[in-house]
């Protein structure tokens, strides 16, 4: 049976995104130490156990950070509710989030980890550490650590709305994650609604209508 417990969504600016991957996805022993049964992280985020391989193109990532760049909804990641395994006693996920200060904190199985939303996080994991260039408004492609301050602060501002379950039953997490993948029909490349090949320009220069 699929949960019924969320996903509650909030509105998360990118910047806290980033503030929780430099606290952890640079310090992979702290990151270990919170989420032992975890084998993969992005963004300072435990990967579910189930989730496939990265498996964005470089071009891909790119296009995704060029719409967060102009504004463009960038839809929600998922994550399951943030719950403290062993540690200072506490209750709900504020608490459990300042707990996490204190040494010998570990979250409890599948607690904060990604449902939803790993390729896109990736995509922003490459860009913040200067692992994927990006067009700027000239077209010169450039390294996150090439754009200027206050740019950086208008990027950051940027929406990425974040999805809480609040459910840590893994088969019901299992269900959940086929649902959100599998539901949907894949778009043909004919489904574009930009013409992109000259070829198929009339000799008025104008592009076919569909029929």
């Known amino acids: 049976m699929i949960t019924n417990a969320g996903p509650w969504v909030n509105d998360i600016p990118c910047g806290s995104i980033f503030d929780r991957a430099q606290q952890l996805t640079f310090e992979s022993a702290r990151a270990r130490q919170e989420y032992p049964w975890a084998e993969r992280f992005i963004m300072g985020l435990p990967l579910a156990p189930w989730q496939r391989k990265f498996e964005w193109t470089e071009e891909q990532s790119r296009r995704f950070i060029t719409s967060a760049w102009t504004g463009v909804h960038l839809g929600n990641y998922v994550l399951t509710e943030l719950e403290l395994e062993v540690g200072p006693a506490s209750s709900g996920a504020a608490g459990a989030a300042g707990a996490a200060e204190a040494d010998g904190v570990e979250y409890a199985y599948l607690s904060n980890c990604v449902i939803e939303g790993q390729q896109r996080l990736t995509s922003l994991e490459l860009y913040v550490t200067n692992r994927l260039s990006v067009p700027d408004n000239t077209g010169v492609p450039t390294l996150w650590a090439e754009v200027l301050a206050r740019d950086r ?57 569909p029929g």
């Open 153 to 209: 602060r208008r990027f950051e501002n940027t929406i990425f709305s974040c999805g809480t379950v609040r459910d840590r039953d893994e088969q019901r997490l299992r269900s959940l994650y086929d649902l959100m993948n599998f539901s949907g029909t894949p778009h043909a490349e004919s489904d574009r609604a930009t013409w992109h090949d000259a070829e198929v320009l009339d000799p008025q220069g104008e592009a076919p209508r």
